[in-house]
Each structure stands twice: as structure tokens, then as C-alpha cells.
């Protein structure tokens, strides 16, 4: 049987290091870690894995231990993985790799994730044989894309002002999006983020005007119709 470029890959990044790959998952579902992990464990045998349940938690690992390549989920309770990610990108001077691996579709946040730092993007209902590529490719040195995506980034630097709203966003309006459209109010978003009600009306009022609505519904209405939330 011929082994498949991935195993040919990983086996070459065995020989060249020293030490065994490192891994960290960094996703709030149990069994998505465990998942990532097993599959990619039969082309990466040797590998080290450490999982974070939050964004919080990833810092942490990412602070006290070298890591190789992050597999970052965006959506996770507390701190977002889209503010987490700036962070990670200065851990190590930029030699640990970020992979973003998220349930959203990728015309939702992959540019935006590109900007920040990431190396790639991923979504969850990918098969097994595409997550093991772009790992692959992201500890080469290289970014990962989809065909589809690769359009998607070619249409946005050709006319960067055409993509959807939510993409003048900070990262911060963007959690307040996707809080609100949650039926949170802002006393409960502001508890959740661990600042002042007072910060949290600036970022409605500025991420309305961004977007160009006046109420609340419409957020509410824009994100469902972007699958922004679950």
C-alpha cells in the first residue's frame, strides 16, 4: 500500500526534529479534542497533545510550553478564540503555527482569521484526510486553504470594501454580535467579559453603526442569517 502524502510528511517533520510534534487543542468540546486527536495520532504517531477547554486555559499552555501548531477553536465560552488568537501569534516570536478549526463556515471568518495571524482554516464537517493535510501543510511552513476559500481571498483583495458587514468589526464588537444576537443583555455580556456595562454600550453603539442597523433585531437577524452563532 502507498503511504499518502501526509504520512510521507509527518514522517519527514519525525526525522528532521528532534523532538516529537507538539499539539495543543484548544476547543470546549471533550469529544471534538478527542476526535482531533485520534486522527491526527495515525499520521503523527509520536505526537504530543495538550488540550484547553478555553481560551484562557490555551494561553496558559501556550505560555509554559512550546508548542508546534495550535488547532484553535473560534467559538468557545468566555474569551473568544478570535481575541485569543492575536495573543497566541506573539507566544514564541511566531514559530508556533495556528491552525483555526471551527464549525463556521469559512466565507464567515476565515479572512478575518488570516489577517489576525492564522496559518489556516478548517471547518469541523471536513473529512479526517483534509484536517491531516492542512496540519501538514501549516508545520511546512505554508497556509492552508481551500479551493474555495483561496476564491473567496482572491475576491476580497481584489475589493476588500465587498465582503460582509461583520467584517468591520473588531474582535471585541464581533463577541458583542454574537451575544446580543444570543439574547444576552449587555449586564450579562458585561459580567461574562469582565467589564463595565459602560464598555460593553460603547461596543453596541459602535458595532450598530458599523453595521449600519439601529435595533437590536436586525443584529439579532444578520447573524442567524450568517450563521455567526449555533
Known sequence: MKSSPERKLSKTHEVMSAA???????DDHAVVRRGVREVLRESFPTAVFGEAADAAQ???LARQ??????????????RSGLEALADLTEIRNGKMRILVLSMHHEHH????????G????VTKDKAPEQLVSAVS???????YVSPELGAALAEYLASPDSGPLHNNLSERELQVLCMLA????????????CLSTKTISTYHVSLLDKMQMTRDAELVRYALEHKLID
Open 20 to 26: 516529537p510534534l507538539r499539539v495543543l487543542i484548544a
Open 58 to 60: 490555551a494561553l496558559e
Open 65 to 78: 510550553e512550546p508548542w508546534d501548531i495550535v488547532l484553535l477553536d473560534i467559538a468557545m465560552p468566555g
Open 109 to 116: 471568518y476565515a479572512v478575518r482569521v488570516l489577517k489576525n
Open 118 to 121: 492564522a496559518a489556516g482554516y
Open 137 to 143: 501543510r501549516v508545520l511546512d511552513g505554508g497556509t
Open 182 to 193: 444570543k439574547a444576552r443583555t449587555l449586564k450579562e455580556i458585561a459580567d461574562e467579559l
